[in-house]
């Protein structure tokens, strides 16, 4: 409620009820808004796949302007849908969310009489970098229904979605996780309105993306996103920094420092370099080493293992993660590989590896899931800064998550 308020505020004009609230609470999310809101359209987000004309029904007596029915849904489902929306007064929207074909889909639902078509990239393919512009491009040039759009929008790609002939955009996360609903709105509004005047970043090579994602989330957030996985065990942050690259791996023997130094010469700027060294005894990393990857651009050091040389580590800031430090060095003697899959804090690390550091320690991200995890993890980032928000207005933590409510009984 208080979400839809600001988000009113900011220039909002439908509020959708979301198929996961719907879910949780039923007609009764439908019914609060409309007595909230009656100068609102208010959007039901069914998904209905069945039993079209019951749960058109349903929405429409509790308050509902619009409901959503699943694009992919059975002919006969939509048109018993269509025929309920308009025995009870309201209008019908079609999500393309999922369709294998959903250019051919949209063509068939104009046919079949809906009132708008939703060209509705899902959250999970969100995470896997798909976005819903150039589907709805396309679709624009083979339809005269109105076209909705939805699916990890923002103020920059709320604009595209004008220009490439959306009528109505749908923002969820953007807003409704941000730390200022009203202003994040406003944003939007302004894009909507205007929608030449915004102009659209490069945003470079995918695993610049990533890297950049990375960057503006914390290692907390990445782990939550793994579903609590990912971090290593026992590695603290020696000289603190932010630390994002992929890996460069070694594997060495107790104190034995000859391949944890000539995997400088192979990495490349930007690359994290992770050591798993049998002994914590015995140091196989120092200054001058430190100072040989700052000249190769290495974008910090993980080492299981030991550290040597503090005072000049620290003084040189590159960022490292260790497990202890000792004075004492071994000898270079050369057993060991470089580029091998590792263990590393109890984690397996592959070459490649997204490697990321922070406060907190350190978390390891496989590279097939890289653009993936970087993006569940900001969608981490919103809701915490959120919560936040929540908090600060004088709600508890177990309030505004209603921990008892969802509590397994």
């Not at 600001?6 to 439908?30: Q, R, Y």
Request: aromatic share 4%; glycine share 10%; hydrophobic share 40%.
């Amino acid at each position: 409620m208080e979400i839809a308020k600001e988000a009113v505020a900011g220039g909002a004009d439908w509020i959708e009820i979301g198929t996961p609230l719907i879910k949780s609470e039923g007609m009764d999310a439908i019914r609060t808004m409309r007595k909230a809101f009656p100068d609102r359209t208010i959007l039901a987000d069914m998904k209905t796949v069945d039993t079209g004309a019951m749960e058109v029904e349903m929405a429409s007596k509790a308050g509902a302007d619009v409901v959503i029915v699943l694009g992919s849904a059975d002919d006969s489902t939509v048109l018993d849908a269509l025929r309920s929306a308009h025995k009870y007064g309201v209008r019908l929207m079609a999500d393309l969310i999922s369709a294998p074909d959903p250019v051919k889909r949209a063509v068939d639902l104009e046919a079949l009489g809906v009132d708008y078509v939703n060209v509705h990239v899902g959250i999970d393919q969100q995470m896997m970098g798909k976005d819903p512009i150039s589907i709805l491009m396309e679709i624009s040039e083979k339809v005269s229904v109105q076209l909705a759009v939805a699916g990890g929008l923002d103020a920059e790609s709320a604009a595209q979605a004008v220009r490439a002939g959306a009528r109505i955009v749908i923002v969820g996360g953007n807003i409704t996780r941000s730390d200022n609903v009203t202003e994040a709105a406003r944003k939007v509004r302004q894009s909507v309105d205007s929608p030449e005047s915004v102009d659209v970043r490069d945003r470079g090579t995918v695993d610049q993306e990533i890297r950049v994602i990375f960057r503006e989330v914390s290692t907390s957030n990445i782990s939550d996103a793994m579903h609590r996985k990912g971090a290593m065990k026992g590695i603290h942050p020696l000289v603190r920094g932010k630390m994002v690259g992929t890996a460069v791996t070694v594997q060495a023997f107790a104190g034995d420092w000859a391949k944890t130094v000539e995997a400088i010469d192979i990495a490349k700027p930007g690359d994290v370099i992770v050591i798993y060294n049998e002994s914590k005894d015995i140091a196989c990393w120092g200054g001058l080493a430190t100072l040989s990857s700052l000249n190769k651009g290495v974008a910090g050091v993980v080492i299981e293992g030991a550290v040597r040389d503090i005072d000049e580590v620290e003084n040189l800031g590159l960022p490292i993660y260790t497990s202890n430090t000792v004075p004492n060095a071994g000898d270079p003697k050369g057993f060991g590989e470089i580029n091998a899959e590792i263990t590393c804090g109890g984690q397996a690390v592959k070459p490649g590896d997204y490697i990321i550091g922070d406060e907190s320690g350190v978390v390891v991200v496989p590279k097939e899931r890289g653009y993936e995890l970087a993006r569940r993890a900001k969608e981490v980032n919103k809701t915490e800064k959120r919560l936040f928000d929540e908090i600060r207005r004088g709600g508890t933590l177990s309030e505004i998550l209603e921990l008892k409510k969802w509590e397994k009984h």
